[in-house]
């Protein structure tokens, strides 16, 4: 049976005694896998310097200066970045360009690429096909052969719970898992996402299958212009089936060792054997919105990922507006082309396409309803803080606007 629509979203207006309830009710996560003993421990000595040239180098890289708050001491990471979404400034970052095993963070680009591609009423009868090939041990929110799900059910499925089965039947409705990394691929490619390799459209273990905190982070600021995207993705809890599916985030929705993190909103967690702990997150505080991509902690700790994001988040808003940036998110390519013409980006931000139940409406990932990265500063810092609960605000505006200031709805 196809789940009910009603959903619970995170505010940003949340009291301590919400706060509490959720870290008590929340069963507690699994430890990170340790990473496969083949893992490369030491980044390259020369890495992309797409976004500027320090974030090609190796180790940490940020401007210290009078008035700017000292990295926390204790963090783990193999990779980390911390972005203004809305300027593109990069506030800090540590080897942003090594190439590691993404896990289901490579999700945020699966949803990119697709979202737009099916209404999500669209109705879907499970078959056998449609399951084939799922890694041993995927994560899974419970697909069963024969019943019909909404392609909103199926998204449930992929951002709460991580499901590689939600996946694979999306895939299927996009002609097959293939023509998904093919999509996928191409569309990593016009955001510059350039550290990425797609091999399994759900971010399992895969020989070759890699990105980086610096692409990761280019597919959540490109995803969030996306209403659905933002939706789903700030999504705590919502009925599956007969029962009810709780968001995997921690920072979203709490964990005994994890506090819920004020003003979080998403976007995607991941967690396997050769990746270890992945995890994109954005959040806002006082008109500023950030982006925190940490990748893989050595610190074998219940919950380090999320531990360490909270600690680069309460960093960088210490930071931002103090620090000069050590780099930038590059705009896809199609938003420094010229030609684009000045309607065909009023859709960007809509819920979905216009196309049928496994129709394609848009070839191209730059196609009007796909994300051509136009507006992306304004969808995430004025979208985005719509959706917490926030007034909107002037930004600059570099680019051509999708109409997304306006109060979301609960659906």
């Known amino acids: 049976m196809p789940a009910p629509k009603k959903t619970v ?86 080897n942003a360009h090594w190439r590691l095993p993404p896990a289901s963070t490579l999700k945020m680009l699966f949803a990119d690429t697709l979202l737009p591609r099916f209404p999500k009423t669209t109705e879907h009868k499970v078959v056998p096909s449609d399951l084939a090939g799922m890694g041993i041990g995927s994560s899974v ?71 980086s905190a610096y692409d990761l982070t280019l597919f959540a600021r490109s995803g969030l212009q996306k209403k659905d995207f933002r939706d789903y993705c700030s999504t705590v809890s919502a009925k599956f089936g007969s029962g009810e599916i709780r968001n995997t985030n921690r920072l979203l929705s709490g964990d005994t060792d994890v506090p819920v993190y004020q003003g979080i909103a998403g976007v995607k967690n991941g967690n396997t054997t050769n990746a270890g702990a992945t995890f994109t997150g954005v959040a806002e505080r006082n008109g500023k919105v950030l982006l925190v991509t940490v990748m893989n902690p050595e610190k074998n700790e219940h919950n380090e990922v999320y531990k ?37 980006t009023a859709s960007a931000g809509q819920s979905h396409g216009t196309g049928g139940s496994g129709s394609k409406p ?50």
């Not at 699994?30 to 003993?37: E, G, I, K, R």
């Not at 051509?372 to 959706?387: H, R």
């Open 9 to 94: 979203r995170r505010s940003l207006l949340v009291t301590s005694a919400t706060l509490l309830s959720l870290s008590a009710t929340v069963p507690a996560a699994l430890a990170a896998p340790t990473p496969s003993a083949g893992a490369t421990a030491t980044p390259p000595a020369q890495m992309s310097q797409v976004g500027g040239a320090r974030l090609g180098q190796p180790g940490t890289q940020v401007n210290l200066a009078d008035g700017v708050p000292v990295l926390p001491k204790d963090l783990t990471a193999r990779s980390w970045i911390v972005s203004d979404a809305e300027s593109g400034e990069v506030l800090a970052a540590h």
């Open 141 to 211: 929110v419970g697909i069963k052969e024969g019943h019909t799900y909404t392609v909103h059910d199926l998204w449930l499925g992929v951002f709460l719970r991580s499901g590689n089965d939600a996946v694979h039947v999306l895939s299927a409705m996009n002609e097959g898992v293939g023509q998904t990394i093919k999509d996928m691929q191409d569309h990593a490619d016009e955001l510059q996402a350039l550290d990425t390799q797609v091999v399994s459209p759900d971010g399992y273990d895969a020989p070759r299958q890699v990105s």
């Open 308 to 344: 360490e994001t909270a600690k680069l988040f309460d960093w960088g808003f210490g930071a931002v507006g103090k620090v000069s940036p050590v780099g930038r998110l590059v705009p896809p390519k199609s938003a420094a082309q010229p030609t684009t013409q000045p309607g065909a």
């Open 362 to 411: 848009v070839a191209s990932s730059t196609a009007a309803g796909g994300s051509s990265g136009v507006g992306i500063a304004v969808a995430v810092a004025g979208g985005l803080l719509v959706l917490l609960g926030g007034a909107a605000f002037l930004v600059n505006r570099r680019w051509p606007l999708p109409d997304l200031m306006r109060r979301r709805t609960r659906s």
